[in-house]
T-cell receptor, first 111, second 117 residues
Framework: KQEVTQIPAALSVPEGENLVLNCSFT??????LQWFRQDPGKGLTSLLL?????REQTSGRLNASLDKSSGRSTLYIAASQPGDSATYLC??????????FGTGTRLLVSP | GAVVSQHPSRVICKSGTSVKIECRSL??????MFWYRQFPKQSLMLMAT?????????EQGVEKDKFLINHASLTLSTLTVTSAHPEDSSFYIC?????????????FGDGTRLSIL
């Protein structure tokens, strides 16, 4: 069974801190991995997509890495801001565009 | 701006009512769209894959006669929850990917919160 696990489940940090969110997946035959942001009661906003042939992707203050051999991906957020508060989800695509989602990390950045 | 539009955003109705949710790709064609369900404080679970011009593919445990999917055009998929009951109350989200471009991320709608009384 394909599973995606995210640690920690919740994280609370003061503004300005750099932080790392972790994502582990069981299927090494991954096609790509995508990180999303979800605000309460809202849909998903795509943050970064990493292809299986890539090791990392960067967008602004966000950097995502992918290590297929260990089944791990990390999302690094630099200089966190209160507006970064949301739930962050990772999802693996093992082909045919079917995404398996992780359980999410609820992030709270305090002013 | 949003590239996938989902409507309605919220539905509250009585038990036994059938509810239709629309998912539109706004500026691109999508031969495949996906429907997910999310219960409170849980992650998204794929319900079915909607294929333009053919039958939808349902995930294990999802009743196809309960959740009717129609993908009649390259920009529109609909999910109808038939004879909805309180246990069907959930957050339903659709997604789509640009057909003509490979290895592109999926874009999600803003979701529909369904509450069955």
């Amino acid at each position: 069974k394909q599973e995606v696990t995210q640690i920690p489940a919740a994280l609370s940090v003061p503004e300005g801190e750099n932080l790392v969110l972790n994502c582990s997946f069981t299927d090494s035959a991954i096609y790509n991995l995508q990180w999303f942001r979800q605000d309460p009661g809202k849909g998903l906003t795509s943050l970064l997509l990493i292809q299986s042939s890539q090791r990392e992707q960067t967008s602004g203050r966000l950097n995502a890495s992918l290590d297929k051999s260990s089944g791990r991906s990390t999302l690094y957020i630099a200089a966190s801001q209160p507006g970064d508060s949301a739930t962050y989800l990772c999802a693996m695509n093992t082909g045919f565009q079917k995404l398996v989602f992780g359980t999410g990390t609820r992030l709270l950045v305090s002013p | 701006g949003a590239v996938v539009s989902q409507h309605p955003s919220r539905v509250i109705c009585k038990s036994g009512t059938s509810v239709k949710i629309e998912c539109r790709s706004l500026d691109f064609q999508a031969t495949t769209m996906f429907w997910y369900r999310q219960f409170p404080k849980q992650s998204l679970m794929l319900m079915a894959t909607s294929n333009e011009g053919s039958k939808a593919t349902y995930e294990q445990g999802v009743e196809k006669d309960k959740f009717l999917i129609n993908h009649a055009s390259l920009t529109l998929s609909t999910l109808t929850v038939t004879s909805a009951h309180p246990e069907d109350s959930s957050f339903y989200i659709c997604s789509a990917r640009r057909t003509e471009i490979s290895n592109q991320p999926q874009h999600f709608g803003d979701g529909t919160r369904l509450s069955i009384l």
